[in-house]
């Protein structure tokens, strides 16, 4: 099944929609989500993305993250990918929006308006294979320590994402 992006302007204004691959080749600016799950430990629930995903395979970055499809309100979506690829869902609140732009080193570009999102989880991931290689619950301030040391290990986006995260804590 083909999946779409909702494209949009940078004040979230609709605008088309496209194939999700041929918006991410031409770079074009599209609605999106990232979702932050903590547990009560004040631990971030990361995930390695699967080895054979089309772009940053096997590298960690957030818990959940994707794109809402046409018709679809982001929170609803959030929810849904959260299910999808780590097996569970809890309450998600929307803490900020933002405009970021990321190129990939196979010629494809995030430039998304992502929708920031976060929720408390304290059970155990049933993560789905074909999304997720392996996760792992880290505490914040060791996960920003880690993406400055060892960047080559996490999505360019999550890079992007955390350092506005910890700058609207």
Known sequence: MQEY??????????VGLMEKYEAHQKALLHRAFSVFVFNDNGELLLQQRALDKYHSCGLWTNTCCSHPRANEKTIDAAHRRLNEEMGFDCELTEKFSFLYKAPFDNGLTEHELDFIFTGTYNGTPNINPQEVNSYKWMPLHDVVNDAKQS???????FKIILNEYMSHL
């Open 5 to 14: 992006v909702i494209l949009v302007d940078e004040h979230n204004n609709e």
């Open 151 to 157: 960047p080559h290990l996490y999505t360019e986006w």
